[in-house]
C-alpha cells in the first residue's frame, strides 16, 4: 500500500514538474560586496574608474540565477559581443567606454530546452553613434523577450504605467505567446503577444515602501523592485523560454498628487486672468 | 509677388512645432537619436515623442552630476567639464546658424504662446496692449536670475551636496513647456505635484501656476513666458555670434514713428531710437562737408534721408528675431535682417503699405465684433 502510494506521489510531482513553468534562468543585479569600496581609488568625484556606471554609482555586478551551463555574452551599444565568464557566481561586464544601453544575454540548450535570459543596463561613456534601437532590432538566436521601447531618461518603469515588450524567436517577432510578468512582490500579470510580438502590461502598484527610518543612499529614488518577464514556445521539438529582468519604480500617486497639480494649474490660469483685467483696469 | 513674412514664420513655427513634440515618430524615441540633444529652444525630453532635448536640460544635469561633484571633493578636470564644454559647443553649432530666431521661429513654447494670443484675438474676448515701458524694465532681469539661478547655479550647489536633490534640475521643474508639450502628447502625469517634500511640493506648484499663469496671460499678452525665459538669456550671451542679425540703418526720422516697436511682440523700444543720435550726427557732419547750413529741423524732416548712418547690429538681449519690426517698418532700407552679412530681409514702403492693411484686416476680423455686429 505504501509503495502504490510513494508510486503516486512520485506521479504527481513528475506531472507537476512538467505542468508547472521551470524555475527559468535569470539576471539579478548582485548585492554590493562588503568591505569592497563602490568606487576606485583613481575615480574621479564618484565616477567609477571604468566610466561605466552613472557618477557615483558602485561598479554594476550580476548574478545569473539557475544558469549553469550557459554561455554569457555581453553586447555592446556597437553591436560588439563580449563573451562573459564569472568570478565566482559573479559576472562584472568589462566596460566598453561607449554609452549607453548594453544587453547581458545568456543562453543554454540543454535536455531539449533552450532558455535565454537578457539584462539591459546602461552605462556611461563617449557617444557610441548607435541607436539602442539597433541592439533591440539585431536578430539573435532563440526566444528573447526585448523591452519595446526601453526606459530611458524621464521614462522608466513605474508602478501604474504600461511597459510595453516585444517577444523574438530568431529575430522574427512571435504573436499569440503567453507571457508572465512576474514582480518580487509576487503579482503575476499575464499577457498574449499580438501580430507584432507586442505585449503591454500596465505595471501593478505594489512595491514595497521603505520605512522613513531606513538609510537612504544619494540615488534613492524612492521604492524600487525586481520584475520578470517570461514568455515560453515551442517549435521543431525545442521548447524555447526566455527571461527579461528588470527594475520597477514607485509609481506616481505614492508622492504625487495629480488632483493638487490641476488645482496649481487652475490656480495660475486664475491668476493670470487677474493680473490681465488689473491692466485692463489701468489702461482705461 | 511679396511674401508675408508673418505668415511663413506661422507657417515654419507651426511645422517646427509639430516636428518637435511629435517627431520621434520620425527620429526615434531614445536621446540618441535625437537631433542634437542641445537644441536652443524649449524641446522637453519629459515629452516621450519629442525629436530633440533642449540644452538646459544638459547644463542642469552636468551642473549636478559632474561639476558639482568635482568642485566639492576634486579630480581631474576634463571629465569633469568636458560634457559641459561638448554641450557648450552642440549648443553654439546650432546657434550660430540661426541666432536668437530659434525663439522666434523655432521654439514649441513660443509657438504655444503666440496661438493662444492669435486664438484670444479673433475671439476678441480680451483686448490686447503691449506692455508699459516700466513693466518692461522690471520683467527683464528675471531671465537672467533664472538662467544663473535655476539652470546653473541651483544644479552645482545641488552637486556639490549643499542644496537638496529636488534642486538638482529646477529649471525642469517649472518649465511650461514640460507642461505643454507633454500634454499635447496625451501625457497628464506631468502634472502631479511632488507630495514627498515641502520644497518638492512648492517648486512643482509653481511650475503648474506658472503654465497656467502663462497661458492666462497669453490671452493678452504676447509671449508672456519668453520674456523671461532662460533659453533667451543664454541666446543674448552669445547673439554677436549668430549668422543671422536684425540691423538697422538709421535715418533722422527714426524714433518718430514708432511702427517697429510698436510691432515688437517683446516690447523692445530700444529699437525706434537705436541709431538715431549717430543718424543726426551723419546728418550734420555731411551736412559740414558740403558747406551747407542744415537746420536740425530739416534734418528731422528726413530732408538729407540719404545721409543715413552707418548701419548698427542691434540684435537686443530681448530680440527673437521674428523680422516684425523689418516689417512693420515704412522707411526703405532702415531695418533689415541679414544672414552672414547678406540682406534677407529689408523693410520697404510697399511692404508696409500691404502689410499694415492685413494687420487692421486680422486685428478687425473677431468672433466677438462678429457676433456684436450681426444685426446691423
Redesign the interface.
Known amino acids: 500500500m505504501n509503495s502504490l502510494k510513494n508510486a503516486g506521489l512520485i506521479g504527481l510531482a513528475a506531472l507537476l514538474a512538467i505542468a508547472a513553468p521551470a524555475q527559468a534562468m535569470t539576471w539579478e543585479t548582485a548585492p554590493i560586496q562588503r568591505g569592497k569600496p563602490a568606487m576606485s581609488a583613481n ?5 567609477p574608474a571604468t ?1 561605466h556606471a ?3 554609482m558602485p561598479q554594476p555586478t550580476y548574478l545569473l540565477r539557475d544558469g549553469e551551463g550557459a554561455t554569457a555574452v555581453l553586447w555592446a ?1 556597437d553591436l560588439a559581443a563580449t563573451p562573459l565568464t564569472p568570478v565566482g557566481e559573479r559576472f562584472t561586464p568589462p566596460a566598453t567606454g561607449i ?3 548594453h544587453l547581458l544575454w545568456a543562453q543554454r540548450l540543454q535536455g531539449g530546452v533552450m532558455e535565454t535570459a537578457t539584462r539591459w543596463y546602461a552605462a556611461h561613456g563617449k ?7 539597433e541592439l533591440t532590432g539585431a536578430a539573435r538566436a532563440g526566444l528573447e523577450v526585448i523591452p519595446d ?2 526606459p ?4 522608466r518603469y513605474q508602478e501604474e ?1 504600461p511597459a510595453a515588450f516585444r517577444v523574438s524567436l530568431d529575430g522574427q517577432p512571435l504573436p499569440g505567446a503567453t507571457v508572465l510578468l512576474k514582480t518580487a512582490q509576487h503579482t503575476t500579470l499575464e499577457g498574449r503577444s499580438d501580430a507584432a510580438g507586442r505585449v503591454v502590461f500596465t505595471l501593478p502598484l505594489d512595491l514595497l515602501v521603505p520605512s522613513a527610518d531606513a538609510p537612504k543612499s ?1 540615488f534613492d529614488r ?1 521604492p524600487k523592485g525586481a520584475m520578470k518577464v517570461r514568455a515560453e514556445t515551442e517549435r521543431g521539438g525545442i521548447r524555447y523560454i526566455a527571461t527579461l529582468s528588470a527594475d520597477y519604480y514607485g509609481g ?1 500617486s505614492r ?4 488632483d ?3 488645482k ?10 487677474i ?2 483685467s488689473r ?2 483696469a489701468g ?1 482705461s | 509677388m511679396t511674401i508675408n513674412v508673418s505668415l511663413l514664420r506661422k507657417v515654419v513655427q507651426i511645422a517646427f512645432f509639430l516636428f518637435l513634440v511629435y517627431g520621434s515618430a520620425i527620429v526615434g524615441f531614445y536621446a540618441a537619436d535625437k537631433i542634437s540633444g542641445n537644441l536652443p529652444a524649449l524641446a522637453c525630453a519629459y515629452d516621450a515623442t519629442t525629436a530633440d532635448y533642449c540644452t538646459l536640460i544638459p547644463f542642469q544635469h552636468q551642473m549636478d552630476h559632474r561639476v558639482g561633484g568635482w568642485l566639492s571633493d576634486g579630480g581631474p578636470w576634463i571629465p569633469a567639464l568636458l560634457p559641459t564644454l561638448t554641450t557648450l559647443g552642440g549648443f553654439l553649432l546650432l546657434f550660430v546658424v540661426l541666432n536668437k530666431a530659434f525663439c522666434g521661429w523655432i521654439c514649441p513654447l513660443g509657438t504655444f504662446q503666440e496661438l493662444v494670443h492669435g486664438l484670444s484675438t479673433k475671439l476678441g474676448i480680451v483686448p490686447q496692449w503691449p506692455l508699459r515701458e516700466g513693466t518692461v524694465k522690471k520683467t527683464r532681469p528675471w531671465k537672467w536670475l533664472l538662467l544663473g539661478g535655476f539652470v546653473f547655479a541651483l544644479p552645482l550647489l545641488t552637486g556639490m551636496g549643499i542644496t537638496p536633490h529636488e534642486l538638482g534640475s529646477p529649471f525642469c521643474t517649472i518649465c511650461p513647456s514640460r507642461f505643454m508639450t507633454t500634454l499635447m502628447g496625451g501625457d497628464l502625469s506631468q502634472f502631479a505635484v511632488a507630495t514627498d517634500s515641502a520644497l518638492g511640493l512648492a517648486l512643482s506648484l509653481t511650475g503648474v501656476a506658472l503654465f497656467g499663469g502663462m497661458t492666462a496671460l497669453s490671452l493678452g499678452v504676447k509671449q508672456p513666458f519668453c520674456r523671461i525665459c532662460p533659453m533667451l538669456a543664454l541666446h543674448a550671451l552669445f547673439r554677436r555670434l549668430g549668422l543671422l542679425r536684425l540691423v538697422k540703418t538709421a535715418t533722422p526720422r527714426c524714433a518718430k514713428c514708432n511702427l517697429c516697436a510698436g510691432a515688437c511682440p517683446m516690447d523692445i523700444r530700444e529699437i525706434a531710437v537705436a541709431g538715431v543720435a549717430e543718424a543726426g550726427q551723419a546728418v550734420s557732419n555731411a551736412a559740414a562737408q558740403e558747406g551747407q547750413a542744415v537746420s536740425n529741423a530739416a534734418a528731422q524732416e528726413g530732408e538729407v534721408k540719404e545721409v543715413a548712418a552707418k548701419p548698427l547690429h542691434i540684435t537686443h538681449a530681448d530680440c527673437t528675431l521674428c523680422g516684425r519690426c523689418v516689417e512693420f517698418c515704412p522707411d526703405a532700407g532702415a531695418l533689415q535682417l541679414r544672414y552672414a552679412g547678406m540682406p534677407v530681409f529689408t523693410s520697404d514702403p510697399g511692404y508696409f503699405k500691404g502689410r499694415k492693411k492685413s494687420q487692421k484686416a486680422w486685428e478687425k476680423s473677431s468672433l466677438l465684433g462678429w457676433w456684436r455686429g450681426r444685426g446691423g
Open positions: 575615480s574621479l568625484a564618484g565616477t566610466g552613472p557618477v557615483g551599444p554609452d549607453y544601453y557617444p557610441s553613434g548607435h541607436s539602442p534601437s521601447p526601453l530611458r531618461e524621464h521614462w504605467k544619494p524612492g506616481l508622492n504625487h498628487s495629480l493638487w497639480g490641476w496649481g494649474a487652475v490656480g495660475g490660469f486664475a491668476l493670470g486672468l493680473v490681465l491692466r485692463k489702461a
